[in-house]
T-cell receptor
Framework: GNSVTQMEGPVTLSEEAFLTINCTYTATGYPSLFWYVQYPGEGLQLLLKATKADDKGSNKGFEATYRKETTSFHLEKGSVQVSDSAVYFCALSERGGSQGNLIFGKGTKLSVKP | KAGVTQTPRYLIKTRGQQVTLSCSPISGHRSVSWYQQTPGQGLQFLFEYFSETQRNKGNFPGRFSGRQFSNSRSEMNVSTLELGDSALYLC??????????????FGSGTRLTVV
């Protein structure tokens, strides 16, 4: 079945450091890929998405590229801020299928120190 | 516009009781999905409703059920609560079903604690 694997945290960085959170997936067909972010005490917010191979999703300085050959969708940011401290979830959804539910990774907690 | 509203935000119940959680989607959204979030299992899909019909269901026991009303508001019910049902229950809405590729909008969740 479909699944998502992302690097375990927690990840602790200093402000302005470079961030990479690895995410790989297993899926039949051609899924859409997402990164969601969850701030403390809140629900999930869509951070970025990519719907086909080689697409790059970007938002708020975060980027991720849909790599079909390596089945990966790694999240990157060039310079993190304290306000980026949150839990990040990689997710997939089968595109074009009748079942549009999301399959999530376990989440990676990011802490950014000033 | 108002986001996805989930009520209540927090709930404490005793084992064996039942509980009902409510979700009001964004105005105009007709599909509602429910997810359970626990530290051990992470985020897991419960079910999806559209036009008052359950369209898709995850791998949860029959104690978990839901429904959707004509105004698209949805409720989920858990009967005979177990300690393991303690979780954050998240609701997400979209215009139409199967639109995860467009990105759902999630509510802030209901934190259920079973004691």
């Amino acid at each position: 079945g479909n699944s998502v694997t992302q690097m375990e945290g927690p990840v602790t960085l200093s402000e302005e450091a470079f961030l990479t959170i690895n995410c790989t997936y297993t899926a039949t067909g051609y899924p859409s890929l997402f990164w969601y972010v969850q701030y403390p005490g809140e629900g999930l917010q869509l951070l970025l998405k990519a719907t086909k191979a080689d697409d790059k999703g970007s938002n708020k300085g975060f980027e991720a590229t849909y790599r079909k050959e390596t089945t990966s969708f790694h999240l990157e940011k060039g310079s993190v801020q304290v306000s980026d401290s949150a839990v990040y979830f990689c997710a997939l959804s089968e595109r074009g299928g009748s079942q549009g539910n999301l399959i999530f990774g376990k989440g990676t907690k990011l802490s950014v120190k000033p | 516009k108002a986001g996805v509203t989930q009520t209540p935000r927090y709930l404490i119940k005793t084992r064996g009781q039942q509980v009902t959680l409510s979700c009001s989607p964004i105005s105009g959204h007709r599909s509602v999905s429910w997810y359970q979030q626990t530290p051990g299992q992470g985020l897991q899909f419960l079910f999806e409703y559209f036009s008052e019909t359950q369209r898709n269901k995850g791998n949860f026991p029959g104690r978990f059920s839901g429904r959707q009303f004509s105004n698209s508001r949805s409720e989920m019910n858990v009967s005979t609560l177990e300690l393991g049902d303690s979780a954050l229950y998240l609701c997400a809405s979209s215009f139409n079903p199967g639109q995860a590729s467009s990105g759902y909008t999630f509510g802030s969740g209901t934190r259920l604690t079973v004691v």
